[in-house]
Nanobody, 117 residues
Framework: QVQLVESGGGLVQPGGSLRLSCAASGFVFSIYNMGWFRQAPGKQRELVATIRSGGSTNYEDSVKGRFTISRDNAKKTVYLQMNNLKPEDTAVYYC???????????WGQGTQVTVSL
């Protein structure tokens, strides 16, 4: 059974940091491209960052220089280190696994990140 389980969300003040984790099981993690998406209230889900199976990364413009995506294939886990958080980063963050066609795409249940005083 495929599972993506996110953790690490919470409430943080502006300028603070959080580290999200996504533990994967039920598929060959090392060959999948992994990503983090987010969805704020009333907005569409948007891509935050991706890391390909080979390790190359890509970031949405507003998080460049503040967020870092990484993966540990031995632990079957992908991370999102978020620094200098801003109120506009407030959203539910979702982990995504993707390989080939859309038939091989999986989502986690999401973890809430709230940036507020």
């Amino acid at each position: 059974q495929v599972q993506l389980v996110e953790s690490g969300g919470g409430l943080v003040q502006p300028g603070g940091s959080l580290r999200l984790s996504c533990a994967a099981s039920g598929f060959v993690f090392s060959i999948y491209n992994m990503g983090w998406f987010r969805q704020a209230p009333g907005k569409q889900r948007e891509l935050v960052a991706t890391i390909r199976s080979g390790g190359s990364t890509n970031y949405e413009d507003s998080v460049k220089g503040r967020f870092t995506i990484s993966r540990d294939n031995a632990k079957k886990t992908v991370y999102l280190q978020m620094n200098n958080l801003k109120p506009e980063d407030t959203a539910v963050y979702y982990c995504n696994a993707h390989f080939g066609t859309s038939a091989y795409e999986y989502w986690g249940q999401g973890t809430q990140v709230t940036v507020s005083l």
